[in-house]
């Protein structure tokens, strides 16, 4: 990483994370130095449009982050999105995928990526659709050996009411949580106390998605780990101590309310424990780069249970992946810096097994 890298920065998105995505794009351009990096913004709209965003870095000395996805919805010039990461594709260029949620964090964006020909940061178009898919992930983890809450899932159509209030009584218990299969950030997750709001809750997450996950509720505390490298190495752990019922998105993003604790109040033996389930997680769901490895930990019972593999985790001031890493001795540039040249080396390693007929040496 010696030349001047061209990073296309790709945020906002069609999802219900777009805000999400404009407030972690601020706090990443706003690290990248420009000594090393020529920064192209590009914003992707509420409706699916591409736009360059050539007034993001003028909005941020000027509106901060709220200053983003108005620059999205302003006229710009769209851009075809595969004419541009093609074209990007002939120079020294990396972008990175801010785009959290589904057309972005679940190997859509992945896919355009690779059929382009263009270095990216994180996971690939597998790892990126195992993760982001609760169910998918859940199953994969299971069959890794990696405890987890009890669950169960239910599609779109299928019956609800008494029989699935019952099937709460039976398999979990009281209260659940019902979540969408395919979103992040808590956005379109519920607790449901009985059967009355298990309705309720249900039809919130068919509302973002085809299909949903029920899951017990676990009593513990909420510890996290940042996975970063190939191979993966894990970081110091984080704890959230949520303000709320829940760590929602309302306290994630909006009311600042929880408490953030890096490193995390554990034992060696608890960390050591957390960092190898972490990096099993990761390789699990087949995440390659980064992730942020969600537990539950019941002390004096089951001990740590896996929540979530998040493949983008979010960038924001108060996000847990760059803290636990600062916490590790790696400071919020470098991380980017590590990032990119990740995606540089990993492009180059494929690049060379692209074409090349199974079993026949590289001329």
């Given amino acids: 990483m010696v030349d001047r890298i061209r990073l296309v920065v790709l945020f906002g ?54 200053a983003l996805p108005a620059a999205l919805t302003a006229e710009g010039p769209a851009v075809e999105p595969l004419a541009t990461v093609a074209e990007e594709a002939a120079t020294r260029t990396v972008v990175l995928p801010l785009l959290h ?27 990126s659709a195992a993760a982001m898919d609760k169910i998918t992930a859940k199953r994969l983890a299971a069959e890794a050996g990696i405890p987890q809450a009890k ?27 019902v979540k969408p299969s395919n979103l992040g950030s808590s956005v379109g997750v519920s607790k449901a106390h009985d059967a009355s709001e298990l309705a309720d809750a249900v039809q919130l997450a068919l509302s973002y998605d085809e299909r949903i996950v029920v899951e017990e509720t676990v009593v513990g505390r909420e510890i996290e780990c940042g996975v970063l490298g190939d191979p993966p190495e894990a970081s110091l752990p ?21 408490e953030l604790l890096v490193p995390a109040p554990v034992s060696a033996d608890e960390q050591a424990t957390v960092q190898r389930l972490a990096v099993a997680a990761f390789i699990a769901v087949e995440a390659e ?5 969600d537990f539950f930990f019941e002390e004096g019972g089951r001990g740590f249970l896996l ?3 998040n493949t983008i985790p979010g960038f924001t001031p108060i ?8 916490a590790s001795g790696v400071p919020y540039a ?16 494929r690049s060379s097994r692209i074409g090349r007929p199974r079993g026949l040496p590289q001329q």
């Avoid at 699916?48 to 000395?61: C, F, H, I, S, T």
């Avoid at 690779?114 to 270095?119: C, D, H, I, M, T």
């Avoid at 009584?169 to 949580?177: N, R, S």
């Avoid at 780069?289 to 490895?293: D, K, P």
């Fill in 13 to 66: 998105g069609r999802s219900a994370e777009h805000e999400v995505s404009c407030t972690t794009a601020v706090n990443v351009l706003q690290a990248l130095d420009p000594a090393r990096y020529d920064v192209v913004p590009v914003g992707v709209t509420h409706d699916g449009r591409w736009v360059l965003a050539e007034d993001a870095a003028k909005l941020l000395a000027s509106g901060g982050p709220a």
């Fill in 101 to 127: 949620g589904p057309f972005g964090e679940d190997g859509t964006v992945q896919g355009l990526l690779e059929l382009a020909g263009v270095p990216y940061v994180g996971s690939g178009v597998l790892g």
């Fill in 151 to 177: 669950w169960f899932a239910l599609r779109h159509g299928e019956t609800v009411g008494a029989s699935l209030a019952a099937r709460v009584d039976a398999e979990l218990g009281w209260p659940v949580f």
């Fill in 238 to 258: 984080g704890e959230i101590r949520a303000s709320r019922e829940f760590y929602d998105y309302e306290d994630k993003y909006l009311v600042d309310g929880a």
């Fill in 289 to 293: 780069a980064m992730a942020r490895v």
């Fill in 307 to 309: 929540n979530e593999v």
């Fill in 319 to 326: 996000s847990m992946y760059p803290k636990m890493w600062e």
């Fill in 334 to 349: 470098e991380l980017i810096d590590r990032l990119v040249g990740l995606a540089v080396e990993r492009h180059a390693r």
